[in-house]
């Protein structure tokens, strides 16, 4: 099989590896398409710590090509189309046993990350992966690949709106009309609240507007913060979500929330620099700062069933699919900043 090997800082090799064999509680998963995100730019730019050689791709999506002897022919079958949970978890330790295997005490020491002895990443760049059953989602057969590939970044979505526990009617405030920042305003949009987006590229801005959004605002042309107030009758919006990774938008995301109300930080600070944070506000104005990372189990079935079912079309945020022959290719598209989603197809 092939597979796109990251050998170091934009070193890229097309190459053929073994396919691999499979547990008898394991499926073979056949890769047909996988979207890149930001951090799979960051490793291939090398800025990340973690290790070389790596299979990068955790928004992957494909078909079952063979199923292990201990895995339920009822349940599973060749041919359907699947994806994957990708986070590694131990499935024993606190965060695992309630329900939150998105902070699995043992994601960043697992083999995915650092694997001195080996290969490291999420794989979905190769075309074949074995795969526990108990982490398989399936989809229709009628369900296009391309959507499919979206639903890791939906269900990382799910898990921040889900947290958030929005009510009618309230005023929600998007930061950022990326990919993430859309697929916000997809979900919340289902809450029944009133969605203001700051981003100030227009093509997003008005595909903002058509996924949903009801107010949008260019933050280079005016003060954000200000202009939140002046839409929610000078109270700010009662839910922020901060899709961006500037570690100064941070502060702007504080200062747009309400008395009382919720800001997520969505995206990780890139850098991780420090951020003053007004804490006076915070105790004064009962302000809550909180954090969200990575699908849960429980998001990733429903981002299944939300693009299974339509109810969630993703299809607006594709920018362009490369084959894997052009591999570099894709990745020095992915880096421009203007473009949304870019996929690899492995077929």
Not at 15 to 42: S, Y
Not at 262 to 271: D, R, V, Y
């Amino acid at each position: 099989m092939k597979a796109i090997m990251e050998l170091g800082p934009k070193k890229i090799r097309l190459q053929e590896q073994p396919q691999p064999p499979i547990q008898a509680d394991e499926i073979l998963m056949k890769v047909k398409i996988n979207g890149l995100c930001q951090n799979d730019v960051r490793d291939y730019t090398g800025d990340t710590q973690w290790t070389y050689p790596r299979i990068g791709g955790h928004e992957f999506s494909g078909e079952i090509a063979q199923i292990g002897a201990a895995v339920d022919p009822e349940q599973f079958h060749v041919g359907d189309h699947i994806v994957k949970y990708i986070l590694p978890n131990c499935g024993n330790c606190y965060y695992c046993k309630t329900h939150r295997e998105n902070l699995c005490t043992q994601i960043y020491s697992s083999p995915t990350f650092h694997n001195d002895n080996g290969i490291s990443g999420f794989l979905g760049m190769s075309q074949y992966i074995a795969v526990k059953a108990t982490d398989v989602f399936t989809y229709p057969q009628t369900t296009s690949f391309i959507d499919m590939a979206f639903t890791e970044p939906l269900g990382c979505v799910i898990n921040s709106v889900e947290r958030a526990d929005l009510h009618l009617g309230q005023d929600v405030l998007i930061i950022g009309g990326g990919v993430m920042g859309l697929l916000h305003v997809l979900v919340a949009k289902l809450q029944g609240v009133r969605i203001l987006v700051s981003e100030p590229t227009a093509a997003r801005r008005q595909l903002a507007q058509q996924l949903g959004a009801d107010l949008v605002v260019d933050p280079t042309a005016v003060d954000a913060a200000v202009w939140v107030h002046k839409q929610t009758q000078g109270r700010g919006a009662d839910v922020v979500f901060n899709t961006t990774a500037n570690p100064q938008i941070a502060q702007q995301a504080l200062a747009c929330t309400a008395f009382g109300g919720q800001t997520f930080m969505f995206s990780s600070l890139h850098p991780n620099d420090p951020v003053a944070v007004d804490l006076g506000a915070v105790h004064s104005h009962e302000k809550f700062i909180k954090g969200t990372v990575s699908p849960t189990r429980s998001s990733y079935y429903q981002a299944t069933q939300l693009i299974a079912k339509k109810i969630v079309n993703p299809r607006p945020l594709l920018d362009r699919i490369f084959p894997y022959q052009e591999a570099v290719a894709a990745f020095e598209y992915a880096l421009r900043p203007e473009t949304l989603k870019t996929m690899i197809s492995l077929d």
